[in-house]
């Protein structure tokens, strides 16, 4: 048998053979020790890695929301505008879009897709040609959660190119493995979608179905759903708002790879992939949605609260990135119906004052003339003006030439919504100059709790809140703070005194003697409850005189009024500044009893998981007796119930089977009309004026209170009583247990007592 001789392998190809196994073995275990290196970062040439503590609970940032007291979601503060959800929370049609279009093998790897990787090497190494990253979406969301690709994730070597980007992946391979040891499946994918970025301001799927689709993820259809997992690969490219045509060429692409993958037949295709592309598209801001004056309020008071609050571990809470849920105490229900009331009353209030102000510019003197200079005067103060002066300094000419450039501007209009158009700085000044403004809240006197706030007119063009940061004389609103100081020193409300001049000298200074509204006297003699019912000067004047401004000042800031007010007599018809904030808390003290409770918002914040970080209470103290208390509301009633009261004008289906209080408020040149209204259950209050005092109605009957504040609270309160869902019902303010020691029957008092019958006008007996 003859002998089979093999051909012997050439040398170099032994040799080429052994240099390969060698070079794979080595680039093996090199690897091996390159993954090793990375995951302990080594040297610190790698940058970090999370740890596993953060791997079992990562840390997205995730907006915090801020929830009115029924449940509903005013607005979120937020970095980035994210709101997770749980998987049960999204559509089968995103799931299944996302992983035919982003990880088909999603379900059957272990966080590395390595056929996927063969792929990119072959087409993208080799052959030159774009097969994507081959990222799996474990990878993904490694990426998105710990921001791999960060500067505080990068490490010495991360500077050499071609070797970052190999570092960055090996760190998203050993994440993505570690995430798949922690999660389930289900969870890796819930993760990837509510930290992922669609554009438009939107982070996460739940931010992004409202704001392209005003949607909730698990109501999406199955072409919404692909238009969203369209905008992966490129947010502001597969833009459906800025690029429509990419936008659904990238949705086809993804409802084919469904097809591909069997969640849709070749029919269902062919017809979704004709439909166009139709949004309900808003970007979330503070700009949108109900109580937005409101939320800036309260956005304050929490940045305030994190610098004073810290977490079990000794960190700072974060408003903008923990997922905090803020709960308060506004009602959305009553937020709406104060919005509307708002809306409605200064929409035709407006008119009417453009009516009166015809082609004359509203800005006047005492005597209705024009204010000379008055918007130039005014631009100094704006923040355009102070840029302006920094950068051209004393050159005038340059600094006027710019303020009447023209530019194109949107701004505000009651009759046509929001307007385009070419205006200067200059113009739109004058043109913003020329709108009332108005602030509105409204209280449970009994808990101290709001319920309504409305700090203007619309706050994407007016910032400026008119309840707690805007201070204006309240006029006659501030009278009652006198009579609660007479009740409380003995007088009743059926104490009587006559309705003629008083003079009131202060030493050095000429006689105050304060007129009536309508410049008259009457000389008729009336009860007290009368005179602030129809709101006559000289009565309050005569009182303060008896009472003095110090023993006002002080049942003032006892019922609650904070602001500076000066002991001088003028006090009693409104003088010093206050704000709707502290009228309404102090009002609110004569319906609770004559305990002050401190109007508050917030009732609890919780972290993202639910725990209760604090629970707020009211504050509360005595401020005077249950019987004085309810005499004031007695008093206040008079608006309603005595001839020529005030609030006589409310329409009668309010007042119908129902106890109300009021007390209108007007300042001496109309520039601030006032009212504060009082029921059983809610005390509310209302201002409207201009943003300047020297804008304002040329009459004062135009300008009164009754007329330009008093009907957005009729409004409020018809709306309120209309729904019977809030509970709030009509009926009398509770009167004491114990009976009253002060009589209210003024015929009856009349004939019992003459000891308040004291007429004295002698002013040098009663000056102060």
Not at 684 to 707: E, L, M, P
């Amino acid at each position: 048998m003859s002998k089979v001789i093999k051909p012997k392998t050439p040398n170099w190809i032994a040799k080429t053979i052994k240099y390969l196994w060698i070079a794979f073995i080595a680039g093996f275990f090199g690897f091996i020790l390159f993954v090793w290196m990375i995951s302990i970062n080594f040297l610190g040439l790698f940058g970090p890695l999370p740890d596993f503590k953060a791997l079992e609970n990562p840390d997205s940032e995730i907006a915090s929301g801020l929830y009115s007291a029924d449940g509903v979601l005013l607005g979120t503060y937020y970095r980035e505008n994210r709101s997770p959800v749980k998987y049960e929370d999204l559509s089968p049609n995103l799931v299944n879009a996302l992983i035919s279009t982003e990880d088909v093998r999603f379900e059957n790897h272990s966080g590395i897709d390595l056929i996927a990787m063969i792929r990119v090497f072959v087409k993208s190494i080799l052959l030159g040609q774009d097969a994507g990253g081959g990222s799996t979406l474990s990878q993904q969301t490694a990426k998105n959660l710990f921001k791999t690709r960060g500067d505080d994730s990068q490490g010495v070597l991360s500077s050499v190119p071609g070797i970052r980007m190999l570092i960055i992946k090996t760190k998203e391979w050993i994440v993505a493995t570690q995430l798949e040891k922690a999660y389930t499946k289900n969870e890796i994918l819930t993760l990837y979608l509510n930290t992922s970025e669609f554009g438009s301001n939107a982070y996460g799927i739940k931010t992004a179905a409202e704001t392209f689709f005003n949607k909730k993820p698990a109501d999406l259809a199955i072409q919404e759903a692909a238009v969203l997992v369209g905008l992966f690969k490129a947010p502001t490219y597969y833009s459906p708002v800025y690029n429509p045509e990419n936008s659904l060429r990238r949705r086809n692409t993804v409802l084919y790879q469904m097809v591909r993958n069997d969640h849709l037949t070749e029919d269902q295709f062919d017809s979704l992939a004709a439909l166009p592309i139709e949004l309900d598209y808003s970007v979330a801001n503070q700009n949108k949605g109900l109580a937005t004056y409101f939320r800036e309020i309260v956005k304050a008071d929490l940045l305030q609260w994190t610098k004073e609050n810290l977490k079990s571990d000794g960190s700072a809470y974060d408003l903008y990135g923990d997922g905090l849920k803020i709960y308060t105490t506004v009602d959305s229900r009553m937020q709406r119906y104060a919005e509307e009331a708002v809306d409605e009353h200064m929409r035709a209030l407006q008119k009417t004052f453009y009516n009166e102000m015809g082609t004359r510019e509203p800005w006047i003197d005492a005597d209705n003339r024009v204010i000379p200079n008055f918007i130039e005067d005014a631009v100094r103060r704006t923040e355009a003006y102070r840029l302006l002066k920094i950068r051209f300094g004393n050159d005038t000419d340059s600094i006027n030439l710019k303020l009447n450039e023209k530019k194109r501007m949107t701004v505000f209009s009651w009759d046509r919504g929001e307007i385009d158009t070419l205006m200067s700085t200059m113009d739109s000044l004058k043109y913003y100059k020329k709108f009332l403004q108005t602030g509105f809240m409204s209280m449970d006197p009994h808990t101290g709790k709001i319920k309504a706030w409305v700090g203007g007119l619309d706050h994407k063009y007016f910032k400026f809140d008119h309840v707690k940061r805007g201070k204006r004389q309240p006029g006659s609103t501030f009278k009652p703070f006198v009579y609660a100081a007479a009740i409380e020193n003995g007088y009743s409300p059926c104490y009587s005194v006559i309705d003629q001049p008083v003079e009131v000298y202060i030493p050095g200074q000429p006689a105050w003697i304060p007129a009536n509204a309508d410049g008259k006297f009457t000389y008729e003699k009336m009860t007290i409850r009368h005179a602030m019912a129809e709101s006559i000067n000289s009565v309050t004047a005569y009182m303060m005189k008896k009472l003095s401004p110090k023993i006002v000042v002080e049942t003032a800031r006892r019922l609650g009024v904070t602001s500076d007010l000066e002991e001088v007599p003028s006090l009693a018809l409104g003088v010093n500044d206050v704000s709707i904030f502290e009228m309404v808390g102090a009002f609110g003290t004569f319906v609770n009893k004559g305990e002050h409770t401190t109007p508050f918002y917030i009732d609890r914040i919780e972290d993202k998981n639910g725990n209760v970080i604090q629970q707020f209470t009211a504050k509360k103290r005595p401020a005077m007796s249950e019987e004085h208390a309810y005499l004031m509301t007695y008093m206040l009633r008079g608006g309603f119930e005595e001839r020529g009261g005030t609030s006589q004008g409310v329409p009668w289906t309010l007042r119908d089977g129902n106890e109300l209080g009021g007390k209108t408020g007007t300042t001496q040149n109309a520039s601030d009309g006032w009212y504060m209204g009082v029921s059983k259950d809610l005390v509310s209050g209302t201002w409207v004026g201009g943003d300047d005092r020297a804008i304002h109605f040329r009459s004062w009957t135009a300008g009164q209170g009754s007329r330009t504040a008093r009907p957005i609270w009729v409004k409020y309160m018809e709306k309120v009583y209309a729904d019977p869902t809030l509970g709030y019902t009509k009926g009398p303010f509770p009167r004491p247990e114990r009976p009253l020691s002060i009589e209210i029957d003024c015929d009856v008092y009349e004939k019992e007592s003459q000891r308040f019958a004291d007429f004295d006008y002698d002013a040098k007996k009663n000056d102060f």
